[in-house]
């Protein structure tokens, strides 16, 4: 038997060795049970991203679900997670599933749980669904074209739901005919065909099926965008936008090609949102974001609040309390006047209609932020250390056992998840253990790039000691 638990977003594992069909089906039995006594809706929402074996997964947990007299709405092709969150809530469904592993290597796949409300489900669902896992289960999987047959199988097109959607927002038009070039990479994930459909012109990089994504994981981050970096660079195009596995991570260039982090894109969608949106709210980011988004909200009066990371977390909070935005170091972010989900695509929308309207450049745009903010800099390493050795380093910041990495002194500390070290004026560094992927993150923030590499070096040289 193997034993299932939920990470930071879902069940992920590597496929078949843990991700198999055979415990797809244990999660899918438990979900079924779990909407069975929560609910007299009887129904779901399935989707899988582009990773291998997605439809057999799906397949797996639609059986399961249609034994246990569960209607299921699901679509015959590929689909992002915001796509399943966004149909979820259309067709008032109870839950929704999307088999992705999101940003993790090809190698995995997952397990995603979405709500009736369009998001991810909250902690206590989720353990919740962990509890009715049974520790064995045989099933019996249908073929998809026969599933399509079934009376209690509703085929949906996600992808025109989520297009028609869009266009009922934005002003595509606008975005189109600005005379700016956009780019898109989409890592050769779910989000592949919407760019294409919304911005006709825009320049395309792995915007093809390819489910072992050329052996590099779908993280939108800068070191696994240097190819769509240089690309801009050496053209025209005026802002890139690339998304994760399935679509529901951002990850951003501007005309220069060089990358804009989630930090700055939360800053960038706050001031258009209050500015010229005229929308108001609470702000929810997660632990590991910058203080500086503190300062932007004090500067319209907004209230900020700091979360579990997780977007899970946010999104309980995005569903209880009147919100502006919802937003991960992860490159996850939520906005009021979508789903209470994360949405690559859609962010990237806003930040494009944002250029279109003002006609400035989006370094021009952080330049004008910084104005508020100040100016700054955040960084990541993500180190693979052997389990004993990770554990060692958690247990030492526990007990506060580091006074000092390199020439930095720590001055104070937070742990609302994960470890964070203040240093001098306004820079940290924070230590945690992913939920998702056997690695130890390391955070930092300073004033600008070079001191964050120094914090992020003196820092690992510390705790590797």
């Keep these: ?69 569960i209607t299921v709405y699901t679509s015959d092709s590929f689909v992002s997670t915001p796509m399943v969150s966004l149909s979820t809530l259309k067709h008032n469904a109870f839950t929704g599933i999307v088999i992705t592993a999101s940003h993790n290597p090809p190698s995995y796949n997952g397990f995603k749980i979405k709500a009736h409300y369009g998001g991810p489900a909250i902690q ?10 049974p520790k064995e289960f045989t099933p019996e999987i249908i073929p998809f074209d026969e599933l399509k047959k079934h009376d209690l199988v509703q085929m949906i097109d996600m992808e025109q739901e ?38 006709p012109n825009s320049i395309l990089l792995h915007a093809e099926h390819n489910p072992s994504f050329e052996g590099q994981a779908p993280e939108p981050i800068a070191r696994n965008l240097k190819a769509f970096s240089k690309l801009i660079s050496e053209t025209d195009i005026s802002s890139g936008l690339a998304t994760d596995g399935d679509a529901d991570r951002i990850g951003l260039f501007d005309e220069n090609g060089k990358f804009v982090d989630s930090h700055h894109i939360i800053l960038l969608l706050i001031r258009y949102l209050v500015e010229f949106k005229q929308e108001k709210g609470n702000v929810y980011t997660s632990f590991s974001c910058t203080s500086k988004i503190k300062s932007i909200c004090d500067h319209y009066g907004l209230e900020h609040h700091v979360t579990k990371i997780g977007f899970k977390y946010i999104c309980e909070e995005m569903i209880s309390n009147p919100t502006l935005l919802g937003g991960e170091e992860s490159g996850g972010i939520a906005v009021s006047s979508h789903i209470p989900e994360r949405d690559g695509i859609w962010m990237g929308l806003i930040l494009w209609e944002y250029m279109a309207n003002t006609g400035k450049s989006l370094n021009t745009l952080i330049q004008e932020v910084y104005q508020i903010t100040g100016s700054f800099a955040m960084d990541r390493y993500d180190l693979h250390v052997p389990e004993s050795q990770k554990l060692d380093i958690i247990n030492q910041c526990k007990e506060k056992s580091y006074s000092q990495f390199g020439n930095y002194p720590v001055t104070g500390h937070e742990d609302i998840d994960g470890y964070k070290f203040l240093l001098n004026e306004d820079n940290w560094v924070m230590i945690r253990p992913s939920g998702t992927e056997p690695v130890l993150r390391v955070y930092a923030q300073a004033d600008n790039v070079n001191e964050v590499i120094q914090i992020l070096d003196a820092t690992k040289e510390t705790i590797l000691a």
């Design 124 to 133: 206590s669902e989720i353990n919740a669904v962990e509890a009715k896992i």
């Design 1 to 69: 038997m193997t034993s299932i638990k939920f990470g930071t977003d879902g069940w992920r594992a590597i496929i078949a060795k843990e991700f198999t069909t055979d415990n797809v089906a244990r999660v899918a039995y438990a979900t079924a049970l779990w909407i069975k006594e929560n609910t007299d809706n009887h129904s779901a929402v399935v989707g899988f991203d582009c990773r291998f074996g997605g439809k057999l997964f799906s397949e797996t947990t639609i059986s399961i679900f249609i034994s246990e007299g």
């Design 162 to 199: 989520y297009i028609d959607h869009v266009k009922k927002h934005f002003d595509i038009e606008k975005i189109n005919s600005c005379g700016l070039k956009f780019g898109y990479d989409a890592m050769y994930g779910a989000g592949q065909n919407i760019i294409r459909r919304l911005i």
